[in-house]
């Protein structure tokens, strides 16, 4: 069993940044992938980024070269540092993990994009 607690959403202006974090209740050495998915109002849920146990990344298109995925073994947490926020990148940000072929979801935190 894994617990997933996200961090880090808020209030920010168009153009600001925000870092999120996942803390993991165990170690995330052995995680076969981690990621952050979001869901704005009246929308499908979506991957954002994702980082495998090899340290691969990748990225949906419309944050690419704004946001960054990584994650720290050593502090078992994963985080999502995001620049040049839009109005668009609005929604609940959730954490994703697969350990041992098992899916665990965050709770969600909140990012609104706004002037």
């Known amino acids: 069993q894994v617990q997933l607690v996200e961090s880090g959403g808020g209030l920010v202006q168009p153009g600001g940044s925000l870092r999120l974090s996942c803390a993991a209740s165990k170690s995330i050495f052995n995680f076969d992938v981690m990621g952050w998915y979001r869901q704005a109002p009246g929308k499908q849920r979506e991957l954002v980024a994702a980082i495998t146990n090899g340290g691969g990344t990748n990225y949906e298109d419309s944050v690419k070269g704004r946001f960054t995925i990584s994650r720290s073994i050593g502090r078992n947490t994963m985080y999502l540092q995001m620049n040049s926020l839009k109005p668009d990148d609005t929604a609940v940000y959730y954490c994703?993990?697969?350990?041992?072929?098992?899916?665990?979801w965050g709770q969600g935190t909140q990012v609104t994009v706004s002037s």
């Open positions: 994703n993990v697969y350990d041992q072929r098992i899916e665990y």
